[in-house]
């Protein structure tokens, strides 16, 4: 099964988009923020990563920048 790590801030928009992708079958790991997401990159394993471009603490363009320089085969 595919894994996802979604990463967006705005809680409704979150909820939503986790639901839709759980519905079509793909396993969903879903996070408020960039430096929570971080963390869970070095430790599991995503085939996908989906992120809000503007989130607190870290933004999605420097978390797509780490994911490609550490995961260069997962898609972003």
Do not use: N, W
Not at 28 to 37: C, H, K, L, N, Y
Not at 47 to 68: N, Y
């Amino acid at each position: 099964m595919t894994r996802i790590l979604l990463a967006e801030d705005e809680q409704a928009m979150r909820e939503y988009l986790a639901r839709a992708l759980e519905r079509s079958g793909y396993d969903v790991v879903a996070v408020d923020r960039g430096t929570e997401a971080a963390p869970l990159l070095e430790r599991e394993h995503f085939d996908l990563l989906l992120t809000d471009i503007v989130m607190p603490e870290m933004d999605g363009i420097e978390l797509a920048r780490r994911a490609a320089e550490a995961y260069p085969g997962m898609k972003i």
